[in-house]
């Protein structure tokens, strides 16, 4: 049977109460399905950083390049600088494997009501620059303890890389509504962002039938609130993309339920799914946290490497489970991790078996 290769890596916090749920609903359908997820977990992150003084090892990259896929659950600990945390690990992989797309659909859930008013039917998707932007390694800090001491960081737009996030948001749109908003702040005041907004005018000519609007990021807050349903593919820049998928996915019901695909488009390496939020250490070990944004993101995975029946039946399961009421208490409800990934699981397990699989 087709067998795929994934990188498991459950990280900090919440990430290993969520992962093995997620893990555990991906098994059903691939076994419904008759392929085979061989998961290789590796047990980096914080407590690797503890006992060995890095996050991963030096040959990490070589040995995630052999999967065809990576399973992330988040990275960051209390005890530990998130610059060490982050840059050893989760920014390294994005960059190393040109994960330069950041996936992150946000959708009205069922039997999920939105904290914003007339935010019933909330479909839209976030395609954030990943690789470059305000989070460029350019700068650093200067005069350390003296009078002049300062911090700097470059933000770098690439021609190639704005042309490339614009052209995958206008073929993404060509899809779905046939509208992109280009998120900016191009009102003089950071000045990389006319050239944003000139290169992704430039793209989206191409795409004479997709209709592309500008909005200014501080706008964009509001108008996110005010009207959400309104928008069908937002590209942004790596920082406005963050800020906007943690709004987005509040509007929706919780940041909990908010998957994220950091895809490589053309394939060269390995693509990373992890959901939006991160180790969540303010609720870790207690068994409560949402594992929809962990199981979402495995069904992108499963969508990512063909398997788009098996993926589809991951969200109709968690989709099904919410609609009859089981919620985690980030959603109202009293749910544990746990009895919610049985849940799902069930109903899964439940399904008919798919046609051509014994
Ligand atoms: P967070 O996303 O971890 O948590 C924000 C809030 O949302 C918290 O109150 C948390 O309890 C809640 N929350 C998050 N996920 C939830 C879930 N699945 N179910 C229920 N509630 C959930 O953001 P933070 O607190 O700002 O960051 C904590 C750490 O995680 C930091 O070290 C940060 O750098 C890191 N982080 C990592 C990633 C990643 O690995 N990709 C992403 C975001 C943040
Ligand atoms: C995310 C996270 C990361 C980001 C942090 C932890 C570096 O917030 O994946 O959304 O900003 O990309
Ligand atoms: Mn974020």
New binding site residues.
Partial sequence: SRIHNIAVIA?????PE?VPAAMRCLDTVADRHGFVLRWTEYPWGSAYYHENGVMMPADAIRTLAEHDAIF???????DIP?TV??WGL?IPIRRRFNQYVNLRPVRTLPGVPSPVRGAENVDLVIVRENVEGEYSEVGGRLYRDQPGEAAIQEAIFTRVGVTRIAEYAAKLARQRRKRVTSVTKSNGIVHTMPFWDEVVAETLANYPDVELEKVLVDAMAAKLVLQPTAYDVIVASNLFGDILS?LAGAIAG???VAPSGNLNPEREYPSMF??????????AGQG???????MWAGAMMLEHLGEEAAAREVVEAFEAVLASGIR???LGGTATTAEFTEEVDARLRALPRPEGTR
């Fill in positions: 990280g900090d916090g919440i990430g969520v992330l659950g988040a990275v960051g600990d209390p998130d945390t982050l989760l943690d919780s940041i909990g992890e959901p939006v939020h991160g180790s969540a250490p303010d609720i409560i946290a949402n594992p929809i944004g962990q985690t208490p980030d």
